[in-house]
């Protein structure tokens, strides 16, 4: 009877030592386009994952297991966020394609990381319906990025990063990231509406898992499971369409409530209309900003919010503070090029501590000697690089990574350059459409700072990360339709030759024994002819004839043979049929 009532105790014990919450920011972006951020978090799971446990998902606990891991992050996205038009991104942001970042623990030597990233890679790829077989080891590196985790270290401790830029995101890959949900059927995740998410202009989905402190000794650390979702509609206000709800936005209301969350809130900000609200909001001020939060469990109304009036959105707005750009130069030979990268501080108020990263495929094989980092600010160039990381590309085994610590001052541009040579391919690494080229992944840069202000949501971000546009790099292609011409042309010739020559091979074999075999006169004439064809073939390729003048030799001679042959005949024809006559 015991025994009942501490499985139900232990159960309760674990529903409380777990905590779900779910949040939805909607804000209007520089442009007047709206953006929504879906942010999911489960907190203080124990270190010791259990098989059982209540929000976390068993399939992430299974990966955590088998392969030792203390931080794992994917990320999937379409579109370039525009900085100069939408305003600083959405943390944790996300580039165009997609991103797997692991950090492995208790690692004996670098050959048991690299096996247990390839097998991670697989399970994440057959997990969510992926293909990103390719990203090991060609788009792999083992620097870059920092933990999540701010106080969690270990001496035997290794990263690996993978980037790859031509990953599309579709339906099949939102199913199963909603499965890690708790509520997969209730509450603000069945506002992402799939025939609104893959027709906007830039959405992304993804996931972070890390060990998360309490103290600075950190001795109960746990783990923390972030999932993201972020999307930029096409949508801007009118005269006649100035109201906002959910099924207006999303294409569809929030169906039910997540009962099992401790929180669900939607935060609404709009610098550029004055909002009148339905229901009671709870205002959040932060500077000039107003966020307006609404608490989802106590209501499930979706009309929420009609404009009181309207302004003039101003679309020439200040940059965003930081920017990343990409930018390829290419040569006249086309075999060799520049890659630059620009980082722009922008308005920012006092210098701040900044990385840029960026991994390049070894199909670009970068000029060691050419790489160079040049920051200048109010047209004096200072030296801002504080370290430097190197790892150089081996053909068709792994890329190259370029990783700087360097300092962002205010107003400042950095520039990163770098000469590549296209490498020389084979003909199966080519892909589908040859001539779209490839891809090299978009470069990141890191920024802390911790006074920066969130556009979704009232907290600040320490740690900013902007994304570059990935590059498309054109291959010198060769003519694929000589290879095959080739191949059909001697596959032909190999069938019709095979039958005669195999005849004849067999018919010059010598038999064991001493005892020549007896040759006829017919077989002597046939070995004849074919030393004949033979001393032609060799003749016409040592004084390069063609098969055109052959072909007229050949005729000539046999039209001579012909009426030799003829002109021998004709007198015993002759004396054949004239001696009856005589007689």
């Not at 920051?375 to 990381?389: A, F, L, M, N």
């Not at 199966?428 to 978009?442: F, L």
């Not at 032609?536 to 043979?561: D, F, N, T, W």
């Amino acid at each position: 009877q015991m025994l009942p009532l501490l499985l139900l105790l232990s159960h309760i014990l674990l529903i409380r030592s777990e905590s779900f919450t779910e949040e939805l920011s909607v804000s209007r972006l520089p442009s007047g386009n709206m953006a929504a951020r879906f942010h999911f978090e489960v907190n203080d799971v124990a270190k010791e994952l259990s098989d059982h446990s209540y929000f976390f998902p068993p399939i992430l606990t299974e990966l955590v297991k088998k392969y030792s891991l203390s931080e794992l992050s994917l990320t999937l996205g379409q579109g370039n966020w525009q900085p100069s038009k939408w305003g600083s991104p959405p943390q944790p942001s996300a580039p165009q394609g997609a991103t797997i970042g692991a950090w492995f623990e208790g690692a004996n030597n670098k050959t048991e990381v690299d096996h247990g990233w390839h097998h991670l890679v697989n399970a994440l790829n057959g997990l969510f319906c992926t293909s990103l077989s390719a990203m090991h080891p060609v788009f792999t590196s083992s620097i870059g990025e920092k933990p999540r985790g701010t106080h969690w270290k270990s001496e035997r401790r290794s990263l690996r990063f993978g980037a790859m830029a031509e990953e599309t995101v579709c339906t099949e890959n939102l199913t199963p990231w909603r499965k890690l949900l708790p509520c997969k059927k209730s509450g603000l995740v069945t506002l992402l509406n799939p025939l609104r998410l893959y027709n906007s202009l830039y959405h992304s989905i993804g996931f972070n898992l890390f060990l998360q402190c309490d103290n600075q000794k950190c001795a109960n650390p746990k783990w923390k499971l972030s999932l993201d979702a972020i999307v930029v509609f096409d949508f801007k206000p009118t005269d006649r369409s100035l109201g906002f709800s959910f099924e207006l936005f999303f294409g569809r209301s929030m169906a039910g409530k997540c009962e099992v969350a401790d929180k669900s809130i939607f935060i609404y900000n709009d610098d550029y209309y004055t909002p009148k609200f339905e229901r009671t909001a709870n205002v959040t001020k932060d500077g000039d900003r107003t966020f307006h939060v609404f608490d989802m469990k106590s209501s499930s109304n979706n009309e929420m919010v009609r404009y009181d009036g309207q302004r003039n959105l101003d679309s020439r707005l200040a940059p965003q503070s930081i920017e990343v750009d990409a930018a390829m130069l290419g040569s006249e030979a086309s075999l060799s090029g520049t890659l630059e990268y620009g980082i722009y501080g922008g308005s920012i108020h006092s210098p701040l501590s900044a990385s840029f990263f960026v991994i390049v495929p070894w199909y670009a094989q970068v000029q060691y000697a050419s790489l160079l980092m040049k920051c200048r600010t109010k047209g004096e160039e200072y030296d801002g690089v504080r370290s430097r990381s190197f790892i150089p590309s081996i053909s068709r085994k792994r890329p190259a990574s370029i990783y700087y610590d360097f300092e962002l001052r205010p107003n400042a541009k950095c520039i990163v350059s770098l000469k590549f040579t296209r490498a020389f391919m084979k003909m199966s690494e080519y892909p589908s459409d040859a001539n779209h080229g490839k891809y090299i992944p978009p470069a990141v840069v890191h920024v802390v700072d911790p006074d920066h202000p969130s556009k979704f949501g009232s907290e600040s971000i320490p740690l900013l990360s902007i994304y570059s546009s990935p590059l498309l790099l054109t291959l010198p292609v060769p003519d694929f339709s000589m290879p095959f011409n080739v191949e059909a042309f001697v596959c032909v010739v190999i069938s019709l030759c095979f039958s005669p020559i195999l005849d004849l091979s067999a018919y010059v074999m010598l038999p064991v024994g001493n005892v020549r075999p007896v040759t006829s006169k017919t077989k002597k004439i046939f070995r004849v002819i074919l030393y004949i064809i033979t001393g032609l073939c060799i003749y016409a390729e040592m004084h390069q004839v063609s098969p055109a003048q052959i072909m007229r030799y050949g005729r000539a001679a046999i039209k001579v043979a012909f009426n030799a042959t003829v002109e021998a005949v004709a007198p015993l024809t002759h004396q054949v049929t004239g001696d009856p006559t005589v007689v």
